[in-house]
């Protein structure tokens, strides 16, 4: 059964549609001529992307949320450019936090750190590590516990 599936088998290139078999020739061709870019120096095109001109790095958080934008979510006009750092300057690039100064903000953290280590040694100078005054009991527990001559208890591990 399957040596005549493999003998009748036709090639694939009959097999697809004309427009996929003038797309793999297309692709096949080496000797067809691509678009041609333009051959720009150092001093023309100091970013090396082309000639094309990138707007101001301006993150996309920073831009005004009410003004009339064409894409409201991305705060973005129809046909206008796109810098080539979009995806570290759009709006679902991690947010940048402008709200408190480095300085400010270490300085929180070494008051917490200060209050957490203060509560702990606090805590450590009046926990009571054993009660006030031991119990006492009238003449002691030795009956209780055997008397004289019992075989006291080994401790886990006192082999």
């Known amino acids: 059964m399957l040596s005549r599936r493999i003998a009748t088998a036709r090639p694939l290139r009959a097999a697809l549609p004309l427009t996929r078999r003038v797309a793999f020739g297309q692709q096949r061709g080496a000797a067809q001529a691509g678009p041609e870019y333009p051959s720009l120096t150092e001093a023309e095109d100091p970013g090396m992307n082309g000639g094309y001109i990138?707007?101001?790095?301006?993150?996309?958080?920073?831009?005004?949320?009410?003004?009339?934008?064409?894409?409201?979510?991305?705060?973005?006009?129809?046909?206008?450019?796109?810098?080539?750092?979009?995806?570290?300057?759009?709006?679902?690039?991690?947010?940048?936090?402008?709200?408190?100064?480095?300085?400010?903000?270490?300085?929180?953290?070494?008051?917490?750190?200060?209050?957490?280590?203060?509560?702990?040694?606090?805590?450590s100078m009046t926990y009571p590590d054993k009660p006030s005054a031991p119990r006492e009991f009238e003449g002691g527990l030795e009956n209780e516990l055997g008397g004289p001559n019992a075989v006291r208890a080994k401790a886990p591990g006192d082999e």
């Not at 409201?72 to 206008?80: A, D, F, I």
């Not at 995806?87 to 200060?114: N, R, W």
Request: hydrophobic residues 30%; contains cysteine; negative net charge.
């Open 54 to 123: 990138n707007p101001p790095p301006v993150k996309r958080q920073f831009r005004d949320p009410h003004a009339d934008w064409w894409d409201k979510q991305e705060r973005r006009n129809y046909g206008e450019p796109v810098h080539e750092d979009n995806d570290i300057l759009g709006m679902f690039s991690p947010e940048e936090y402008t709200h408190t100064k480095p300085g400010k903000g270490l300085f929180q953290i070494g008051c917490f750190v200060a209050a957490v280590f203060g509560l702990c040694g606090i805590v």
